[in-house]
């Protein structure tokens, strides 16, 4: 739920004249996940690849600002100090089928997010299996720096004046902030569903750390938490919505890249 965002921005760009593949491209924005975005951009309409990744990672690192005033509008003080009791321990066993069961799930369900979904399970059974701690190191560090560089750099000679400088990129921008909210309130509004028929309440904050903005969002639902209620720790229940948010808007991107095209055809 915490993904309508994508598909209600994905409407709206069409109502305002982008075409399907260029409507596929802003509504990704709403992901909250930056190489996702860039991604499957990159495959529908490389030209706005420079907005699209301005407009995502802007409001990824905007996530502090827009969704505690969203929190306080769609929830009472009450349901920000629901208290959620904490998980059992995973075993080692666990962490390390995780990402194997998970990667063979996406080659039968979107067998177009691997690449992303690929790596993401790659990095995780690196760190967990316990054997390879210098390449978990350099993962996380060195080369994550550098491919964030090299993405940075690749990126902005994309954006030439003709091609970034326009209306449509405000709209983008625009569209992209829509997105964010609609995640937002859609992963609050589901949780409090959720809430009517569970014995065992959810904080409703924590639907909306099912945006892929790991783990800004988690963090801001951690302090919310602790602003109502100083003993209610929430972070552990954020962070699984957020790692949840991060595969769900792969799988979204996944649909978006096998069926617009196919719709055109």
Do not use: W
């Not at 921005?9 to 909250?32: E, H, K, N, R, T």
């Amino acid at each position: 739920c915490a993904q309508f965002g994508i598909f209600g921005a994905y409407m709206l760009s069409l109502l305002l004249g982008f075409d399907p593949l260029s409507a596929g491209c802003v509504a990704i924005i709403g992901g909250a996940d930056g190489p996702t975005a860039i991604f499957l951009t990159s495959k529908l309409n490389p030209t706005l690849l420079g907005a699209v990744a301005v407009s995502a990672y802007s409001y990824m690192a905007l996530i502090p600002l827009i969704q505690p005033p969203l929190m306080r509008l769609y929830t009472t003080k009450k349901e920000r100090m629901i208290k959620m009791k904490t998980g059992r321990a995973v075993t080692q066993n666990e962490k390390i089928i995780f990402p194997i069961v998970g990667l063979i799930l996406t080659c039968f369900v979107v067998p177009s997010g691997l690449p992303l979904l690929g790596m993401l399970f790659f990095g995780n059974l690196l760190r967990e299996c316990g054997c390879l701690d210098r390449l978990s190191e350099t993962a996380q560090n060195t080369l994550a720096n550098l491919i964030t560089l090299l993405l940075g750099i690749t990126i902005s000679f994309s954006m030439r004046a003709d091609q970034f400088v326009n209306r449509n990129t405000l709209i983008i921008m625009g569209l992209g902030l829509v997105a964010f909210v609609f995640d937002s309130i859609a992963g609050v509004m589901f949780a409090k569903l959720l809430n009517l028929f569970s014995k065992k309440k959810v904080n409703p904050m924590v639907g909306a750390a099912g945006i892929s903005a790991f783990p800004m969002s988690a963090r801001v639902i951690q302090k919310m938490g602790l602003e109502a209620d100083p003993q209610n720790h929430l972070l552990m229940h954020a962070v699984g919505a957020n790692v949840a948010g991060q595969i769900a808007s792969v799988l979204a991107g996944g649909m978006i890249l096998n069926l617009v095209p196919q719709l055109l055809k």
